[in-house]
């Protein structure tokens, strides 16, 4: 103990006396653990940490799948059939999605939108989570003609109930109904995601929906010592048994997900990208201290043969120098670790919507464990090397008069250093490189609709006042008629789901003279109005628009999209044919009047979708949840106080939520434009180390080989002569390091395929605009000292030494 104290305290005393060389270690090692550490704790957060469930190994997710996908959701029969027959699970449950987004809440302390799901029987028994105030369901709740009740997240319990810890006088309506508040579930605790509201499925009336209507998501809890394999197998007998007992059920297949990775799997390779790019920074970096502690210890020869000379063996020696490196990691994670709980921070801020837990991201304990195990290993990365070479020192050279000699295998060492420095870049640099063509080829994409200045408005209408179809259709048509007279206002429409909304309504249709008169084309099922194609500017490619003579008493007519008509009459006019549509109310043939560009609903990434647009006036009973866009002249946030005032005094009781257009596409491509960003800075990171490498390296070599240069010089060497000479040695090893990344990038992006768009992981182009761009710096980074070699004084340089 007593050495070890004697070794920090001299290696303390070290550095305090190399205070330039202090800082810049420090500094370099802060920012590669720092970054590690910031996004480790997302990693954390998302992934590592155990989802806040009791035994949430043991939870699984249920979907039904067909022939062309894995994760449809889950009829109300098969669902039930499902809990009945299987022989895995301890607890079985079910939810419906959030099909039309917010729905409007009253009786809070103001009217509001919020999201609703409704449960099956032993939801919260299954998650194993009790509310922390009141209760939840009980059995007979679950029952049709029970008492209508309703449990509450602890989010909306604080915002719109104000936090009263007496429910027994709380009352909600939705739709047209009122709901007696029973439970707050704890804070934090949300699922499915954003869920405000959990309403017990049964209490809602009888669910007369068929095997061929996928509206649910089944959830479970698995027996002690099954496992999902086993559960798997055990759902395949009885998918293969409804199969065969039903005939909408044919084809139709199960698939047992976990839990864990149904909310994380998506994110998973993104994450460990950036994990894998921030590890190749402090890789970097350790190259880097590495390379100065190289430097160091070349001054500090003639102080190690000494103590050498004087009886400290190899290993004595290299303890000590080890002690500095570990002091200097030490000193560098600390300030790595304020420097990652700066960075959480914005992290946090920038990350989408979409990435699961993001409120549990911090620095926790394991966050702290990890920080101190890379700082130690980092010590031993950077500090090991250096050790090694010095332990055992030529005793004659070093005890020369100057003390400080260079071996060649110091110069090969900190040469192989830089070139695995520029290597490690150049895969970095490549990795953002292929991520920022494939998020500019998202941005080129058509999404089919032009989203500057439109002003996006949700609106949901109580059930309870708006029962009748013809209220719902006489409050838009008063909206849409008050919202164009005001400035500033060109054009107004509405849509039931908004295009990149992340809120969809499929359906499938059958045309006139099928002879199978059943369902074999699928489109999206979109409620517009005559306005909306213009506010939006979506083309117009054959036929007419809507117009205000297309209301209720006329004849049912439709718009299709191009995929629409190529699918269903491909080589025909498809002006005058007819469908039906298996989500509609109405037993007449639908018309089709027009056909307009199609329009990439679900995401930019993703294909066009084949769309039938009607008009809300002929189906008025899915216009009760609408957006509203507003086409202005000038910025559309100035008409939002003007709107909402407009809305209130139409109906107080309907809340209303804003949102720019661009916003809302902004929104939809803000995964590639977190991941994108990232890499992006983790790259630049590391050029920037990589160059201040190369440098180093350089400069180092022209400040030892000042009396050769002088040499040169003074024998009629010319100073192009000399910075030829520089910039060559630093060029070959920048050259060789492009090309070990090359290599390894041709290697290593391939696990990067699923996160890019229209660009090939081996994507020549970007392969070599990065090359080019690591070259060019490089040279900058050789031109500096050898243009600094070029001012030699021969005369000063012979009297070197």
Same mark, same amino acid.
């Given at each position: 103990?007593?050495?070890?104290?004697?070794?920090?305290?001299?290696?303390?005393?070290?550095?305090?006396?190399?205070?330039?060389?202090?800082?810049?270690?420090?500094?370099?090692?802060?920012?590669?653990?720092?970054?590690?550490?910031?996004?480790?704790?997302?990693?954390?957060?998302?992934?590592?940490?155990?989802?806040?469930?009791?035994?949430?190994?043991?939870?699984?997710?249920?979907?039904?799948?067909?022939?062309?996908?894995?994760?449809?959701?889950?009829?109300?029969?098969?669902?039930?059939?499902?809990?009945?027959?299987?022989?895995? #699970?301890?607890?079985?449950?079910?939810?419906?999605?959030?099909?039309?987004?917010?729905?409007?809440?009253?009786?809070?302390?103001?009217?509001?939108?919020?999201?609703?799901?409704?449960?099956?029987?032993?939801?919260?028994?299954?998650?194993?989570?009790?509310?922390?105030?009141?209760?939840?369901?009980?059995?007979?709740?679950?029952?049709?003609?029970?008492?209508?009740?309703?449990?509450?997240?602890?989010?909306?319990?604080?915002?719109?109930?104000?936090?009263?810890?007496?429910?027994?006088?709380?009352?909600?309506?939705?739709?047209?109904?009122?709901?007696?508040?029973?439970?707050?579930?704890?804070?934090?605790?949300?699922?499915?995601?954003?869920?405000?509201?959990?309403?017990?499925?049964? *209490?809602?009336?009888?669910?007369?929906?068929?095997?061929?209507?996928?509206?649910?998501?089944?959830?479970?809890?698995?027996?002690?010592?099954?496992?999902?394999?086993?559960?798997?197998?055990?759902?395949?007998?009885?998918?293969?048994? =409804?199969?065969?007992?039903?005939?909408?059920? *044919?084809?139709?297949?199960?698939?047992? +997900?976990?839990?864990?990775?149904?909310?994380?799997?998506? +994110?998973?390779?993104?994450?460990?990208?950036?994990?894998?790019?921030?590890?190749?920074?402090?890789?970097?970096?350790?190259?880097?201290?590495?390379?100065?502690?190289?430097?160091?210890?070349?001054?500090?020869?003639?102080?190690?043969?000494?103590?050498?000379?004087?009886?400290?063996?190899?290993?004595?020696?290299?303890?000590?120098?080890?002690?500095?490196?570990?002091?200097?990691?030490?000193?560098?994670?600390?300030?790595?670790?304020?420097?990652?709980?700066?960075?959480?921070?914005?992290?946090?801020?920038?990350?989408?919507?979409?990435?699961?837990?993001?409120?549990?991201?911090?620095?926790?304990?394991?966050?702290?464990?990890?920080?101190?195990? +890379?700082?130690?290993?980092?010590?031993?990365? #950077?500090?090991?090397?250096?050790?090694?070479?010095?332990?055992?020192?030529?005793?004659?050279?070093?005890?020369?008069?100057?003390?400080?000699?260079?071996?060649?295998?110091?110069?090969?060492?900190?040469?192989?250093?830089?070139?695995?420095?520029?290597?490690?870049?150049?895969?970095? =640099?490549?990795?953002?490189?292929?991520?920022?063509?494939?998020?500019?080829?998202?941005?080129?994409?058509?999404?089919?609709?032009?989203?500057?200045?439109?002003?996006?408005? *949700?609106?949901?209408?109580?059930?309870?006042?708006?029962?009748?179809?013809?209220?719902?259709?006489?409050?838009?048509?008063?909206?849409?008629?008050?919202?164009?007279?005001?400035?500033?206002?060109?054009?107004?429409?509405?849509?039931?789901?908004?295009?990149?909304?992340?809120?969809?309504?499929?359906?499938?249709?059958?045309?006139?003279?099928?002879?199978?008169?059943?369902?074999?084309?699928?489109?999206?099922?979109?409620?517009?109005?005559?306005?909306? #194609?213009?506010?939006?500017?979506?083309?117009?490619?054959?036929?007419?628009?809507?117009?205000?003579?297309?209301?209720?008493?006329?004849?049912?007519?439709?718009?299709?999209?191009?995929?629409?008509?190529?699918?269903?009459?491909?080589?025909?006019?498809?002006?005058?044919?007819?469908?039906?549509?298996?989500?509609?109310?109405?037993?007449?043939?639908?018309?089709?009047?027009?056909?307009?560009?199609?329009?990439?609903?679900?995401?930019?990434?993703?294909?066009?979708?084949?769309?039938?647009? =009607?008009?809300?006036?002929?189906?008025?009973?899915?216009?009760?949840?609408?957006?509203?866009?507003?086409?202005?002249?000038?910025?559309?946030?100035?008409?939002?106080?003007?709107?909402?005032?407009?809305?209130?005094?139409?109906?107080?009781?309907?809340?209303?939520?804003?949102?720019?257009?661009?916003?809302?596409?902004?929104?939809?491509?803000?995964?590639?434009?977190?991941?994108?960003?990232?890499?992006?800075?983790?790259?630049?990171?590391?050029?920037?180390?990589?160059?201040?490498?190369?440098?180093?390296?350089?400069?180092?070599?022209?400040?030892?080989?000042?009396?050769?240069?002088?040499?040169?010089?003074? =024998?009629?060497?010319?100073?192009?002569?000399?910075?030829?000479?520089?910039?060559?040695?630093?060029?070959?090893?920048?050259?060789?390091?492009?090309?070990?990344?090359?290599?390894?990038?041709?290697?290593?992006?391939?696990?990067?395929?699923?996160?890019?768009?229209?660009?090939?992981? @081996?994507?020549?182009? @970007?392969?070599?605009?990065?090359?080019?761009?690591?070259?060019?710096?490089? #040279?900058?980074?050789?031109?500096?000292?050898?243009?600094?070699? @070029?001012?030699?004084?021969?005369?000063?340089?012979?009297?070197?030494?």
């Amino acid at each position: 103990m007593g050495t070890l104290l004697q070794d920090l305290r001299y290696g303390l005393r070290m550095l305090w006396q190399r205070p330039g060389f202090t800082v810049v270690a420090v500094l370099t090692l802060a920012l590669g653990i720092g970054a590690n550490t910031a996004i480790f704790s997302v990693v954390n957060g998302v992934l590592l940490r155990s989802l806040p469930y009791t035994d949430p190994d043991r939870l699984v997710l249920l979907w039904e799948t067909n022939e062309r996908s894995r994760t449809i959701h889950v009829s109300n029969l098969n669902l039930l059939d499902w809990r009945e027959q299987n022989h895995s #699970f301890e607890s079985f449950s079910g939810y419906s999605g959030q099909w039309g987004g917010k729905t409007t809440v009253l009786g809070g302390s103001e009217p509001d939108r919020a999201f609703a799901v409704s449960v099956y029987r032993d939801f919260f028994k299954v998650l194993g989570v009790a509310p922390m105030l009141g209760r939840s369901f009980s059995t007979e709740e679950h029952s049709p003609g029970a008492p209508q009740t309703v449990v509450v997240s602890y989010g909306f319990w604080q915002s719109h109930l104000g936090g009263d810890l007496d429910l027994s006088n709380k009352r909600l309506t939705l739709g047209d109904s009122s709901f007696s508040v029973i439970g707050v579930m704890p804070q934090g605790f949300s699922f499915p995601a954003r869920t405000d509201l959990w309403l017990a499925k049964e *209490q809602l009336g009888a669910d007369t929906s068929s095997r061929s209507a996928h509206n649910y998501v089944a959830i479970a809890r698995l027996k002690p010592g099954v496992t999902p394999e086993q559960a798997q197998a055990d759902m395949n007998s009885i998918a293969r048994q =409804l199969s065969e007992q039903y005939s909408d059920n *044919q084809g139709m297949g199960v698939n047992v +997900i976990s839990l864990e990775d149904q909310l994380v799997g998506s +994110i998973r390779p993104a994450l460990f990208v950036l994990l894998a790019a921030v590890g190749f920074v402090l890789l970097i970096a350790c190259a880097n201290v590495s390379n100065l502690l190289l430097a160091r210890a070349v001054g500090r020869q003639r102080e190690i043969a000494i103590r050498t000379a004087l009886g400290a063996s190899p290993w004595r020696v290299m303890r000590q120098l080890m002690t500095e490196s570990l002091l200097l990691s030490l000193l560098g994670g600390a300030l790595g670790l304020l420097f990652a709980y700066w960075l959480i921070g914005p992290l946090v801020a920038l990350s989408p919507a979409t990435i699961p837990r993001v409120n549990e991201i911090g620095i926790d304990g394991r966050t702290l464990v990890f920080t101190l195990f +890379i700082s130690l290993l980092t010590a031993l990365v #950077f500090g090991l090397l250096p050790a090694v070479k010095f332990s055992k020192p030529d005793l004659q050279e070093a005890l020369k008069q100057g003390g400080q000699t260079t071996g060649a295998g110091s110069v090969l060492l900190r040469s192989a250093l830089v070139v695995a420095e520029v290597s490690l870049t150049m895969v970095l =640099l490549i990795g953002a490189g292929l991520l920022v063509k494939s998020f500019w080829r998202i941005l080129q994409v058509n999404p089919g609709f032009d989203s500057e200045n439109v002003l996006t408005m *949700q609106i949901s209408l109580p059930e309870s006042s708006y029962s009748e179809e013809g209220r719902v259709i006489n409050f838009h048509r008063q909206l849409l008629e008050r919202t164009k007279s005001l400035a500033g206002v060109e054009s107004a429409g509405i849509i039931n789901n908004l295009p990149l909304g992340g809120v969809d309504i499929n359906s499938f249709f059958w045309i006139e003279g099928d002879a199978a008169q059943k369902p074999t084309h699928d489109s999206g099922f979109r409620v517009v109005s005559p306005d909306y #194609f213009r506010t939006m500017n979506i083309p117009l490619i054959k036929g007419r628009l809507f117009t205000e003579q297309d209301n209720e008493t006329a004849t049912p007519v439709g718009i299709i999209s191009q995929s629409v008509a190529q699918a269903a009459w491909p080589g025909q006019n498809p002006l005058g044919k007819r469908l039906q549509s298996r989500n509609d109310n109405r037993e007449e043939w639908t018309t089709i009047i027009g056909v307009v560009a199609d329009v990439r609903h679900r995401g930019l990434d993703k294909r066009a979708s084949a769309d039938l647009y =009607l008009p809300y006036a002929q189906r008025p009973f899915r216009a009760g949840d609408v957006t509203v866009v507003m086409r202005t002249s000038t910025d559309p946030g100035s008409l939002i106080a003007e709107v909402r005032g407009l809305v209130r005094s139409i109906d107080k009781d309907v809340p209303v939520e804003f949102e720019t257009m661009e916003r809302v596409f902004d929104r939809s491509v803000a995964n590639r434009r977190y991941n994108t960003l990232l890499l992006g800075t983790f790259a630049a990171l590391a050029l920037l180390l990589s160059l201040i490498g190369i440098y180093g390296v350089l400069s180092y070599t022209v400040t030892q080989n000042t009396h050769e240069i002088g040499i040169r010089m003074a =024998l009629g060497a010319q100073p192009r002569d000399v910075l030829k000479l520089i910039v060559g040695q630093g060029m070959i090893l920048a050259l060789l390091g492009v090309g070990l990344g090359v290599i390894g990038a041709l290697a290593l992006t391939r696990v990067m395929a699923s996160l890019l768009y229209d660009t090939k992981a @081996t994507d020549p182009l @970007t392969f070599l605009g990065v090359s080019a761009l690591l070259i060019a710096v490089a #040279f900058l980074a050789c031109y500096v000292p050898a243009r600094r070699a @070029t001012r030699v004084d021969p005369m000063e340089a012979l009297r070197y030494e």
